[in-house]
């Protein structure tokens, strides 16, 4: 069905020809054609253009236009969605219009001009077919004269003049128009018909008939449609603003780029990609990663300059550049320079030197064929773990790069972040290579024992595939998304202990282990490396340190298995020489053991001062700790009770149990012993560990345990320099312990003379030092019948003894 449209709001009638400037003759009653509007509202003295479609509505514009007067009347339709209207469906008040001209289109629809005459009210419809008509009586318009009225027109022409200003949709002879309007309701009618209204108020303007009251309703919906028009006033100056700054930037960067080309310079980022490209064109890459550069620099020549991409991809194609993916140092094969670099920079460590010296003769003989080695140096803090890889780099002609891995828990931190992320980078692997500038260096990967674990990832997972010789030739990056070939590489870890190191990736490594150092080995690594260090370092020309010294620093004011406090004790006796010789003061050239406390301050250990004297329950045991050796003082000690064992020293569940066992063993031996007569019911035997603060456990206390124990019970002193380590059983058999090494080492720091060990590790006496086993009396046990005649003295304290039979 054919439908009606209005297309414009209505402008006064001396805007147009003569003609229309007609008016109807009054009447009080009368009947008229009835045209139906469905979007507008026709006011007063208005004039404006309606095309009509629907046929009623055609028909009655025929029945008015065969009238001599061409008058009908326009009513507004309640739901403009109804296409063919009922007389219910129709406001009761509407205006008499006159229409002006009529023009038929080619469609079947008419356009025709009317121009509003008057308010007029239905009183009836007559008629619905063919077209709608009724009779209708014109609305008596009511005016107040005085200065109220004349305000609220200024009031009204002052709004309406703000608005004209700000609207783009009234033209600016519309203000000119209303100032010429002398009617308050020729007035509010013009201004109604020009406002962007919806139909609704225009209606409700037309039916109020006091033309003061239309005024005061227009005055408020105009103050409405200013604070609107204000607004989108702001918001299109505030856009205007910034299209206007947009377009000036882009005017000057235009211009900018003709005075560039004129000068024959070029755009900045054309000239960036020209040389990028050419970068790769001289770069050695894989096709793999050349295809991928050269996708990135197109993606980088089609952004504008000021994309925030721009710099994304500008750092991804910077590291694919700079990368080392086939540049590598040439090896130094030569086998006896790279001992002697060895030898001249660490003294000691033969299996690490020698492993080395193997890697470079199955380099010469089959260097296609052979993998770098994935080596662990495990051992106590300052044993020269970290500076031997340094030293390997040295004797095999590689760089060397070191990365730390204590403390991380981020598996991003080894593969890197993807590029979706802000701020993302490739992770320590691909950053330390980029670093090393070549793909073979030597890697150290210090602290891998030191790899935490959280919701953010596994780090020790991810280093399986950086550590694995058959995975790590295409090492993926999270942020490269290329394969990276790190088979070239040596890589070596360094831990204190093994424990916290995950199986799969301990599976992975060449476990090599430093042990400590004897005591004549620290006086050596003195005297040839840390000495000469501290006086180059503190500017000192002739400063000797005896051997008496040495040995007094090492036993007096360090405990450890490693060099590291010995080398920060001589530089401190360098500091205090080189400030004495800035001062002007006479300075010594011998640092003897009796000047030792005037520099370093009274001795902090004493190995010699303890346990001089054979004692009753006292035995002394080994132990193994992260930083190396050391010797384990238990005491025992009978007392009446109620047959309870306590334990103290902050031991462990298994050390608790060895106790337990010792305890068990001595029991079934009693009468071998000589201490049937004891009744175990009545006694209390309490079981120290000094140093209480130091967690401790472990079997291997076992045996020490057992002997304190016979001792205390049977009133036989303990030999105060014998030491003794070993697991026992309850039939006394005693067990291989670990750490032999470290054990002995620090046996023979606390001035032992004696070492009782498991005969089953006898085996693991090539570890140790040639001087130590000469300073040393080890004896080799297989059960407590073979400890306690060495352990045990002859003199019996009979006084103990008494007691603990009460």
């Given amino acids: 069905m054919a439908s009606q449209i209005s297309t414009s709001a209505g402008v006064p009638a001396d805007w147009f020809d003569e003609e229309l400037e007609t008016r109807s003759a009054d009447f009080d009653t009368l009947a008229f054609p009835v045209l139906p509007l469905r979007d507008t509202v026709i006011f007063p003295h208005m004039v404006a253009p309606l095309f009509v479609g629907r046929d009623r509505s055609i028909r009655a514009i025929e029945a008015a236009l065969e009238a001599s007067d061409g008058r009908l009347v326009v009513l507004t339709q309640q739901d403009e969605e109804i296409d063919d209207p009922e007389p219910e469906d129709l406001h009761e008040v509407g205006t008499e219009v006159t229409v002006a001209r009529k023009l038929r289109m080619p469609d079947g629809s008419i356009n025709v001009w009317v121009q509003g005459q008057r308010r007029v009210r239905v009183l009836q419809f007559e008629q619905a077919q063919p077209y709608l008509r009724a009779t209708v009586t014109p609305v008596e318009e009511t005016v107040e004269k005085g200065l109220s009225t004349d305000a609220l027109m200024r009031a009204v022409l002052a709004l309406f003049e703000k608005v004209v200003q700000l609207s783009r949709s009234i033209p600016e002879d519309a203000y000119v128009a209303a100032m010429n309007a002398e009617e308050p309701g020729d007035l509010a009618d013009l201004i109604a018909s020009l406002l962007e209204l919806d139909v609704e108020r225009r209606q409700e303007i037309l039916e109020v008939a006091d033309c003061t009251e239309r005024l005061q309703r227009l005055s408020i919906m105009l103050a409405s449609e200013l604070d609107v028009l204000e607004l989108e006033s702001h918001i299109h100056s505030q856009v205007q603003q910034e299209v206007d700054r947009s377009q000036r930037e882009y005017f000057l960067r235009e211009q900018m780029r003709v005075i560039q080309n004129e000068l024959g310079e070029g755009d900045p980022l054309l000239q960036e990609v020209a040389a990028l490209k050419m970068q790769l064109m001289e770069a050695n890459l894989p096709d793999e990663v050349r295809e991928k550069a050269e996708k990135e620099i197109s993606r980088l020549a089609t952004m504008p300059a000021s994309a925030p991409e721009v710099a994304v991809i500008r750092t991804y194609i910077d590291w694919l550049l700079e990368l080392p993916w086939e540049g590598s140092t040439e090896d130094s094969l030569d086998i006896a320079d790279a001992a002697r670099v060895l030898e001249e920079s660490h003294y000691g460590l033969p299996k690490a030197k020698e492993r080395i010296l193997e890697h470079i003769a199955v380099h010469r003989l089959a260097a296609d064929k052979m993998k770098n080695p994935i080596l662990c140096f495990v051992g106590p803090p300052g044993t020269g773990k970290t500076s031997l890889g340094k030293s390997i780099a040295e004797a095999l002609g590689r760089k060397f790069v070191r990365v730390s891995l204590g403390g991380i828990r981020d598996e991003a931190e080894i593969r890197g972040h993807r590029r979706t992320y802000v701020g993302a980078l490739p992770g320590r692997i691909i950053q330390t290579m980029r670093r090393a500038g070549s793909k073979n260096p030597v890697f150290m990967l210090d602290e891998i024992d030191k790899l935490g674990l959280d919701f953010r990832g596994d780090p020790a997972s991810a280093l399986l595939e950086v550590l694995d010789p058959e995975q790590n030739a295409a090492f993926s990056d999270h942020y490269l998304e290329v394969p990276f070939d790190l088979s070239q590489v ?317």
């Fill in 490 to 806: 040596m890589f070596i870890t360094t831990a204190n202990i093994l424990d916290p190191i995950p199986d799969a990736l301990e599976d992975r490594m060449e476990v090599i282990e430093f042990p400590g150092y004897m005591e004549d080995e620290k006086v050596l690594i003195a005297q040839k490396f840390l000495i000469p260090k501290q006086l180059e370092q503190n500017g000192l020309q002739a400063l000797e340190f005896s051997e008496g010294a040495l040995r007094a620093l090492i036993r007096d004011y360090t405990h450890e298995a490693g060099v590291r406090n010995l080398d920060r004790q001589i530089a401190q006796i360098c500091r205090k020489v080189a400030l004495r010789v800035a001062e002007g003061k006479p300075t010594p050239k011998h640092i003897v053991k009796q000047s030792l406390a005037r520099y370093l301050g009274p001795p902090r250990y004493g190995f010699l001062e303890q346990d001089q004297a054979d004692q009753v329950g006292v035995a002394t045991g080994l132990a193994w700790t992260e930083a190396g050796g050391d010797t384990l003082s238990i005491e025992v000690t009978v007392m009446p009770g109620k047959g309870q064992l306590i334990l103290t020293g902050q031991l462990g569940e298994v050390m608790q149990e060895s106790a337990q066992a010792a305890l068990s063993y001595t029991r079934s031996r009693a009468e071998d012993l000589g201490i049937g007569d004891i009744d175990f019911d009545k006694v209390d035997l309490h079981v120290h560990v000094p140093e209480g603060a130091v967690p401790k456990d472990g079997p291997s206390a076992g045996v020490t345990i057992a002997t304190a124990l016979i001792s205390a019970l049977t009133g036989r002193v303990v030999n105060h320099d014998v030491a003794m380590t070993g697991e026992i059983t309850l039939r006394g058999r005693v067990l291989a312990i670990g750490g032999l090494r470290e054990k002995a080492l620090a046996a023979h720091r606390a001035g032992l003379k004696t070492m009782l060990l498991p005969k089953t590790n006898r085996r693991d006496m090539s570890e140790l030092p040639k001087g130590l086993r000469r300073r040393l009396n080890f004896v080799f046990v297989e059960s407590m019948d073979q400890v306690l005649p060495v352990a045990l003295g002859e003199d019996i304290d009979d006084s103990l003894v008494s007691r603990a039979m009460q």
